[in-house]
């Protein structure tokens, strides 16, 4: 390829993905220059990144106008609509993702002071994180349309949360989550808490089909809420978790919901720009 004209090697390259763009960087100081240039990293943005920059709370400041510079500021967390919204590129295939905050959830009674708390926390990304008091339902439900998403994407939906030391009531009764699009709708069960259900593992095999939470890199927890295909059109995806035993529990602290692209990232190589 390094005899090909250079634009040539770029129209190429703009046909993979941005792993494999990094994979042919490293051939050759002519496939180098010619996998840096705006026709490649301009192909990998999703077709509405203008919008998205325009509903930034702080759009990102480059260095340098290359596409390439501002592909990898997009690999970073973006806060949208007034903070409520976290938005990324993945750096690997360039596919969106996104995390509702809590306060563009609905949440039962997360208006009343005596069942849920909203508060400021350092380790969070937004301004605020609820934490539940004490509550005997709860229903936690989001929405985002499919149009957003990248088309044709497979996606997974993730409560991001975490436990306080008030904790108690969360490991009793196992909830009830579904990702919903369209007609295609997807549900399982899940615990909050894992202590209940390491000691049920013992006793019942069929509880290792009922998802726990675990630890993510940035200090919170997550737990899956359900996977759903984004499609080409425009659908409403709904997902869910609820729990109706009237048990009685508190100290979950709700992040709020990510949808992210199921990836497989063991064959990519070490991206650096």
Not at 138 to 160: C, H
Not at 181 to 210: F, N, P, T
Not at 245 to 269: C, D, M
Request: glycine share 6%; charged share 25%; aromatic share 10%.
């Amino acid at each position: 390829m390094d005899r090909l004209p250079e634009d040539c090697v770029s129209k190429i390259v703009s046909y993979t993905s941005p792993a494999d763009a990094c994979r042919f960087s490293m051939v050759s100081s002519t496939m180098r220059s010619a996998t840096d240039s705006d026709l490649v990293w301009r192909s990998f943005f999703p077709s509405d990144y203008r919008h998205i920059l325009s509903r930034a709370l702080n759009p990102p400041i480059l260095d340098s106008p290359s596409y390439k510079h501002l592909f990898y500021a997009l690999c970073h967390p973006l806060l949208l609509d007034a903070g409520n919204i976290s938005f990324k590129l993945d750096k690997f295939s360039g596919k969106k993702s996104y995390i509702l905050s809590a306060r563009e959830l609905s949440i039962t009674w997360s208006n009343d002071p005596l069942y849920w708390s909203w508060r400021t926390v350092p380790e969070s990304r937004f301004k605020e994180v609820t934490e539940l008091r004490t509550v005997s339902w709860l229903e936690i439900k989001g929405k985002i349309g499919s149009r957003i998403l990248t088309p044709n994407t497979s996606y997974a939906v993730y409560l991001i949360m975490n436990i306080s030391h008030r904790e108690y009531g969360l490991d009793s009764v196992a909830c009830e989550v579904c990702v919903a699009v369209g007609k295609q709708v997807q549900s399982g069960r899940v615990y909050l808490c894992q202590k209940e259900h390491e000691k049920r593992k013992m006793l019942d095999a069929e509880e290792d089909k009922i998802g726990v939470p675990r630890r993510r890199e940035d200090g919170w927890m997550e737990i899956e809420v359900g996977e759903f295909f984004s499609g080409d059109g425009d659908q409403e995806v709904r997902m869910s978790l609820m729990e109706l035993g009237y048990h009685l529990k508190a100290g979950l602290i709700i992040e709020g919901l990510e949808v992210r692209p199921i990836i497989n990232h063991y064959s990519f190589p070490k991206i650096t720009h």
